[in-house]
C-alpha cells in the first residue's frame, strides 16, 4: 500500500471527522517520523509492513473519537511543539487570541505574568517564548499538568518560565503580577458539545464551571484585583455567549478599561480590563 492510498483509505473511514484528511495525514507522519509535506512529496511511496500496521492501529483509535493530540502525543500552538497528554486540556488555535491580547497589554520592557489554570503550558509558554526579559509563572490544580508543563518548558529551552501547583491563587499568598491570564472553565454542565469530539476526551474539571459555567470566572474577577500590581491587566479566555456576563463582573469590581476581544470566528472570545 503506497502512501496516497492508505491516506485516502483512511479518510474514508474518518467520514465522522470534520478535518478527516487532515487527521489522517497527521497520524501517517507520526508513524513514519516525518512531516505532511514529506507525504505529499513521497505519495508513491510503499508503507513498510509495521508502518502499515501502526498507522491502522492509529486510524481505529481515531474512529472511535480519541483525539489526534492524545494519539500522536503532541499539538502545535503559536509556533512551538508541546507535548499533551489526557491529564490537560488540548491547546486550540482560539486561545492563542488570548495571547496576541496580553501581548499587546505588555507594555513595559520587564515585567511578570501568572498563568492560572496552566495545562501544558501552552499559554505561559508562548508569551514567555515572546517576551525573554519577562517572568512567567503558570498554575494548576493538577500535579500532571504541571509535571508536563515543566517538561515542555525544558524541551523547548524557554527558561524564563516556571510552573508549580496551586488551586487558583492559593500557592501565590502576598505575590502580585503585572499580568493575569487563566483560560479557566467555563462550560455549563448540561452542554450538549460536552458529549461530542474531542471534549469527550478531555478533563472535566478543566471544562465545566456552575452557574451555567459562570462560577470561575466570576470568581477569578474577584480575586485577581489581591495579586495585581496597579495598572495590572486581567484577561480571560470564555465562552462566545458569555462576554457580556465577564464585562459587568469586571465593572463591578472596579476594572476600568473593559473590554473584550473576538476570536478567529469572529465571536467575543477574551474579556479583561485593568486594575487601577
Request: glycine residues 8%.
Amino acid at each position: 500500500m503506497t502512501i496516497d492510498e492508505a491516506l485516502r483509505e483512511a479518510a474514508g473511514k474518518l467520514f465522522a471527522s470534520p478535518t478527516a484528511r487532515l487527521d489522517a495525514e497527521v497520524l501517517l507522519a507520526h508513524v513514519c517520523a516525518t512531516n505532511r509535506t514529506w507525504l505529499y512529496t513521497w505519495g508513491d511511496r510503499e508503507l513498510t509492513a509495521a508502518q502499515r500496521e501502526a498507522f491502522q492501529a492509529l486510524i481505529a483509535r481515531r474512529e472511535e473519537g480519541v483525539p489526534v493530540a492524545y494519539l500522536v502525543g503532541s499539538r502545535e500552538f503559536w509556533g512551538l511543539s508541546l507535548e499533551t497528554s489526557p491529564a490537560t486540556l488540548i491547546p486550540r488555535p482560539d486561545t492563542e487570541r488570548l495571547v496576541e491580547v496580553a501581548l499587546e497589554s505588555a507594555s513595559k520592557p520587564a515585567g511578570e505574568l501568572l498563568d492560572l489554570g496552566t495545562g501544558t503550558g501552552a499559554i505561559a509558554l508562548a508569551f514567555a517564548s515572546e517576551r525573554r526579559d519577562w517572568r512567567v509563572v503558570g498554575v494548576d490544580l493538577s500535579v500532571d499538568a504541571v509535571t508536563l508543563a515543566q517538561a515542555n518548558a525544558r524541551r523547548l529551552a524557554i527558561t524564563n518560565a516556571r510552573f508549580l501547583q496551586s488551586d487558583w491563587f492559593s500557592a501565590l499568598s502576598g505575590q502580585r503580577f503585572d499580568l493575569i491570564l487563566s483560560n479557566p472553565p467555563y462550560i455549563a454542565e448540561d452542554d450538549p458539545h460536552l458529549s461530542l469530539d474531542d471534549v469527550r476526551f478531555e478533563p472535566r474539571s478543566a471544562l465545566v464551571a456552575a452557574a451555567a459555567g459562570m462560577s470561575d470566572l466570576a470568581w477569578l474577577v474577584e480575586q485577581a484585583p489581591r495579586h495585581l500590581r496597579p495598572e495590572g491587566w486581567l484577561w480571560m479566555e470564555h465562552g462566545h455567549c458569555q462576554a457580556g456576563q465577564v464585562r459587568e463582573a469586571l465593572r463591578r469590581r472596579g476594572f476600568r478599561g473593559v473590554a473584550s476581544h473576538r476570536d478567529l470566528a469572529g465571536h467575543e472570545r477574551v474579556s479583561g480590563g485593568q486594575w487601577a
